[in-house]
């Protein structure tokens, strides 16, 4: 079989990114050349700066970068001397048109496909790295065919798993990877050559090779699964504050039984990131396209379920604090969708804020990784209101200590490890009272801060 010596990567984002730095890293025979249109990013990459955070990540970029690792946004080249091309393009839910607000936007896969058709001059495997709906193998085999000029293509779809925040140990370390081919002799043959890369550091095991649409379907059910828990565990946080049970003892409870397992039970404010929301709309649109609506229904309720549990946060603070929280400073400690990550995308203090800066609020907030430019432009975008008024009405903090400062109440949006390590007596000194906290993530020491003085209102905790 016929190693492959050579990979571009089409898209340097999230998942371009840090998966092509792993595999450069892993596999120092192989050149990697990571390219995207938004020359921004391409020179963020080549800085010590990068364009995203992520633990880990500068130490591998570092050591690949230069040697077979590089940033270009010489598309065209990069592709021509490549021999297997990833393409890691974003895939976001449309936003106008048919299958507005639910069906994926395959605008910038299908150009990718087109563009790789139009300037190769050799064979290439091209591998589906973004999450895509079940059957886009076949539009994208239909576009390269219509283009070839006796070069042949191989289609893979091989999604990624990597969760943002942990994504150099989930890449170097993964529970499995997925590799999905045309089941004839020259698809085994890519699926081969793509498992012969991983099998650089990851055990052949744990690679798992199946169909085409068996793999496309797997990554958008792996995404809709996860978010079930989540949102299976907060509906009962209503219920909880409603009878007194605790939701995180309800949970130690479930997730010890191993047929159900621990992981992904814990209650939170909503999930939020670019992909849960979209890659169950994305579900939900097949399941209707397909004309299953019992199927596509189960799947919404998930979405359902979790915008219902941002505006419950929302309007649970406004209800406490007698009802209006027009004039008073909320502080919200945390804008990223988690923690260890700069991305915001579908965070749920965008939500949140908004439905708080709508009762007239004035909103501190501060985040450890997340710029004030980009907390605008969350905010903007949602149309609310004038950006000059969100401007007026949101105020960016350096630290949690100013966030906070002569606030009535704090929300904790993110789980930053550093909210749990806070001078909360500080804080509280500094604070309107009566103090209220509200955790959305349940991170702190709910005794130690009633102690302080606190009134504290924990999600899925009702009275004492
Ligand atoms: P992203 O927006 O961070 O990055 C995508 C990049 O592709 C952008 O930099 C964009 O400029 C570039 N691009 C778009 N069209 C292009 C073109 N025609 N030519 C060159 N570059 C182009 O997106 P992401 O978070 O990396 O996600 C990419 C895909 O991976 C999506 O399908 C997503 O669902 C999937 N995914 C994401 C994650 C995650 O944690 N973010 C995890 C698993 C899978
Ligand atoms: C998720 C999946 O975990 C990845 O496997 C997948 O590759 C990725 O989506 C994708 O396709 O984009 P990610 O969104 O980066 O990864 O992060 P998660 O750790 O899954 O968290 C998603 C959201 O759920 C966050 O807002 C997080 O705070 C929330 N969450 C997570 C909870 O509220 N409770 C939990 O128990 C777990």
């Known amino acids: 079989m016929k190693k492959i010596k050579s990979i571009c990567c ?3 984002g999230y998942v371009g990114g840090p998966t092509m730095a792993v595999i450069a890293q892993q596999c120092p025979e192989i050149k990697v050349i990571v390219v995207d249109i938004n020359a921004d990013r391409i020179a963020q990459w080549q800085t010590d700066n990068l364009p995203i955070y992520e633990p880990g990540l500068l130490e591998v970029v570092k050591e690949a970068r230069g040697r077979n690792l590089f940033f270009s946004t010489d598309i065209e080249n990069a592709i021509r001397d490549s021999e297997m091309i990833f393409m890691s393009v974003n895939t976001p839910t449309k936003t106008y048109g048919l299958g507005k607000g639910r ?5 910038f896969v299908e150009l990718s496909a087109r563009k ?8 290439k495997i091209v591998v589906e790295k973004s999450t895509l709906p079940v059957r886009t193998a076949e539009s994208i085999k239909t576009i390269l065919k219509e283009h070839t000029n006796g070069v042949k293509f191989q289609v893979l779809s091989n999604p990624e798993f990597l969760a943002e925040g942990t994504a150099v140990q989930d890449l170097q370390k993964p529970d499995r990877v997925l590799i999905g081919g045309d089941q004839t002799p020259e698809g085994l043959q890519a699926i081969e050559a793509l498992t012969d890369i991983y099998a650089h550091w990851i055990p052949r095991e744990q690679i798992i090779q199946t169909r085409l649409w068996s793999s496309e379907l797997s990554k958008l059910t792996a995404n809709a699964f ?5 949102s299976s565990i907060n509906s009962l946080t209503a219920l909880c504050e409603a009878t007194g049970a605790d939701v995180d003892e309800v949970a130690y409870a479930i997730g010890t039984d191993s047929r159900i397992g621990s992981k992904f039970l814990k209650a ?6 670019s992909c849960f929301q979209k890659d169950i709309l994305n579900l939900v649109y097949l399941c209707e396209y397909f004309g299953l609506p019992e199927v596509a229904a189960y799947w919404e309720q998930v979405i359902i379920m979790n915008d219902y549990q941002k505006k419950r946060f929302a309007t649970n603070i406004i209800h406490t604090l007698f009802n209006t929280v027009s004039g ?21 203090a965008i939500y949140v804020a908004d439905d708080l800066l709508s009762d007239l609020a ?8 997340v710029s004030a430019d980009k907390m605008y432009a969350d905010l903007n975008y949602l149309q609310t209101r004038p950006a000059k008024e969100n401007e007026q009405m949101l105020e960016v903090h350096s630290n949690a200590y100013d966030a906070c400062k002569d606030a009535h109440a704090i929300a904790i949006i993110t789980e930053w490890d550093e909210f749990k390590t806070l001078d909360w007596q500080r804080i509280f000194d500094q604070m309107k009272k009566p103090a209220f906290l509200f955790d959305g993530r349940n991170i702190l020491n709910h005794s130690h801060l009633r102690e302080v ?8 905790k009702g009275a004492e």
């Open 10 to 12: 089409i898209g340097a």
């Open 103 to 107: 069906a994926a936007d395959l605008k």
């Open 226 to 230: 996860l978010a079930q828990r989540i």
């Open 268 to 273: 939170s404010v909503g999930f939020g990131g």
């Open 362 to 369: 004035q909103v501190g907030v501060y985040d450890p990784q």
């Open 116 to 123: 790789i058709a139009e300037v190769s001059t050799s064979d």
């Open 453 to 460: 003085g606190f009134i504290v209102k924990a999600i899925g």
């Open 328 to 348: 008073k400073k909320i502080a919200l400690l945390g804008w990223a969708f988690k923690k260890d990550t700069n991305d915001t995308r579908e965070s749920a």
